[in-house]
């Protein structure tokens, strides 16, 4: 059974760097034909697409968020990253990875920026 | 670019069957597949709807996806509603690669 799992930091500070990693057990990136996403949630709104990854390394951004987003994979880990730099109050969601098309997703992680 | 369009709420009672529409603002929404999504209050989302009409195993055969060219929309239908089936719902398609979502739909079983 795949499952993901995000992880990183609950609280950040504003202009510091969001770092978040997505454990993906029970599926291999080796498998190929699946593109892997992150995705936000603020809070009491509507899902926002962040960022997409496929397993040949192809990446897509979200072109409000491009200039301080990174997506990344590691298939010796298998797991996928993201990292996005400056981050404000408007940063803090619900971020969740998920496999595209057809799932998992993981549970989320509550991100919250504050000073 | 192009816009996906949900009504914001729609309600039935439990045993009946109810249809959610996502319509395409422009291009043909025969263009890129179409995902549905489901969340419940406090929950992650779900995937109950891929490529269409696609369902993930485990999501049961209540959900049926479809589309409709002469609409230009996409469609969710659940059928025999439970109340467990109250949530949100989101469609999302493709645009050169990158995700558009719908608004969400608030459905209740009431």
């Known amino acids: 059974q795949v499952q993901l799992q995000e992880s990183g930091p609950g609280l950040l500070k504003p202009s510091q760097t969001l770092s978040l990693t997505c454990i993906v057990s029970g599926d291999s990136f080796t498998n190929g034909g699946h593109s892997y996403i992150w995705i936000r949630q603020h809070p009491g709104q509507g899902l926002e697409w962040i960022a997409s990854i496929f397993t040949n390394g192809n990446t897509y951004y979200n072109s409000s968020l491009r200039s301080r987003l990174t997506i990344s994979l590691d298939t010796s880990k298998n797991t996928f990253s993201l990292r996005l730099n400056s981050v404000t109050a408007a940063d803090t969601a619900l971020y969740y990875c998920?496999?595209?098309?057809?799932?998992?997703w993981g549970q989320g992680i509550l991100v919250t920026v504050s000073s | 670019n192009f816009m996906l369009t949900q009504p914001h709420s729609v309600s039935e009672s439990p045993g009946k069957t109810v249809t959610i529409s996502c319509t395409r603002s422009?291009?043909?929404?025969?263009?890129?597949?179409v995902q549905w999504y489901q969340q419940r209050p406090g929950s992650a989302p779900t995937t109950v709807i891929y490529d269409d009409h696609q369902r993930p195993s485990g999501v049961p055969d209540r959900f049926s996806g479809s589309t409709d060219t002469s609409s230009n929309s996409a469609s969710l239908t659940i059928s025999t509603l439970q109340t467990e089936d109250e949530a949100d719902y989101y469609c999302q398609s493709y645009d050169a690669g990158n995700w558009v979502f719908g608004g969400g739909t608030k459905l209740t079983v009431l």
């Open positions: 998920a496999r595209d098309p057809m799932g998992p």
């Open positions: 422009s291009g043909s929404i025969a263009t890129t597949y």
